[in-house]
């Protein structure tokens, strides 16, 4: 079924070290891959996407990765800052049915 | 400059009420979304239009209907209104429906 399993549910990490928030898919023909970002009373913006034809992608602070095979994705946060605290989610387009499903988010919080 | 409204920000209504919410995109796009985030923050599609049509229609209560007048507006009509209908109901939209969605600010559904 179409299903995005996302982890873990709450991250706390000490400002300036790395978070890492993990997703899988079930759908092997997923193709997309966005990753948002939801501050706190604000609406769901994207961060980052990475299609299938790549493994990783960069920008700035902010990575994703991609394993095909294994079907899974995650997102990497160096030097994390205070204003990087909020909820992330991850996606996966499903191709068959038009549609993006949303993991469960995972709520990071970034120590001073 | 706007790129995906919704009105209204707020709604506050008794169980039994019927409301409307309201969506527009000014990016041109062929397709737009409806989604619920639950107090739990899961966000979940509902429905999705392209170019006017119908195209994803998720396990939702009939009690929902959308209507899209044209391809820049997706309206939510929610009849007999009940508590577990309280939520935030974003709108989104896409160039078309394997692309980058773009979310409106979110309306905040407190049903009494």
């Known amino acids: 079924g179409e299903n995005v399993e996302q982890h873990p549910s709450t991250l706390s990490v000490q400002e300036g070290d790395s978070a890492v928030i993990k997703c899988t898919y079930s759908?092997?023909?997923?193709?997309?891959f966005p990753w948002y970002k939801q501050e706190l009373g604000k609406r769901p913006q994207l961060i980052i996407d990475?299609?299938?034809?790549?493994g990783e992608k960069k920008d700035q602070r902010i990575a994703v990765t991609l394993n095909k095979t294994a079907k899974h994705f995650s997102l990497h946060i160096t030097e994390t800052q205070p204003e990087d605290s909020a909820v992330y989610f991850c996606?996966?387009?499903?191709?068959?049915?038009?549609?993006?499903?949303f993991g469960s988010g995972t709520r990071l919080s970034i120590r001073p | 400059d706007t790129a995906v409204s919704q009105t209204p920000k707020y709604l506050v209504t008794q169980m039994g009420n019927d409301k409307s919410i309201k969506c527009e995109q000014n990016?041109?796009?062929?397709?737009m979304y409806w989604y619920k985030q639950d107090s739990k923050k899961f966000l979940k599609i509902m429905f999705s239009?392209?170019?006017?049509?119908?195209?994803i229609n998720e396990t939702v209560p009939n009690r929902f209907s959308p209507k899209s007048p044209d391809k820049a507006h997706l309206n939510l009509h929610i009849n007999s209104l009940e508590l577990g209908d309280s939520a935030v109901y974003f709108c989104?939209?896409?160039?078309?429906?394997?692309?980058?969605?773009?979310f409106g600010p979110g309306t905040r559904l407190l049903v009494l």
């Open positions: 989104a939209s896409s160039q078309d429906a394997g692309a980058t969605q773009y």
């Open positions: 759908d092997s023909a997923s193709n997309y």
């Open positions: 990475i299609r299938s034809n790549v």
């Open positions: 996606a996966a387009l499903y191709s068959s049915a038009s549609k993006i499903i």
């Open positions: 990016l041109g796009h062929d397709t």
């Open positions: 239009y392209n170019n006017k049509e119908l195209i």
